[in-house]
Nanobody, 115 residues
Framework: QVQLVESGGGLVQPGGSLRLSCTTS????????MSWYRQPPEKQREWVAS???????NYADSVKGRFTISSDNAKNTVYLQMNSLKPEDTAVYYC?????????WGQGTQVTVSS
């Protein structure tokens, strides 16, 4: 079983930055990839970014050029650096870990972009 704990959310003004962290723990076979998702108020959860084990990254068009996903394997942590934040980035952000036959969600961290 894999546990994921997100942190780093908060209130930020438009144009500001935040860095989210997601630390994995517990027993797992092999995590092949990690992703960030977000769920804006009263909307469905949507994919934001992914990083796979060889370091390849991919981003949703809405965040490309503003967000950066990275990982520190020694710390079992994946990050989401979010720059030039907009009010429409307001959401609960979740990380997701993928094993070959299982996937796991974290509990989420709230990001609010408002003046």
């Amino acid at each position: 079983q894999v546990q994921l704990v997100e942190s780093g959310g908060g209130l930020v003004q438009p144009g500001g930055s935040l860095r989210l962290s997601c630390t994995t723990s517990g027993r797992f076979f092999r995590i092949n990839a990690m992703s960030w998702y977000r769920q804006p108020p009263e909307k469905q959860r949507e994919w934001v970014a992914s990083i796979i084990s060889d370091g390849l990254t991919n981003y949703a068009d809405s965040v490309k050029g503003r967000f950066t996903i990275s990982s520190d394997n020694a710390k079992n942590t994946v990050y989401l650096q979010m720059n030039s934040l907009k009010p429409e980035d307001t959401a609960v952000y979740y990380c997701r870990a993928y094993e070959p036959t299982n996937a796991y969600w974290g509990q989420g961290t709230q990001v609010t972009v408002s003046s």
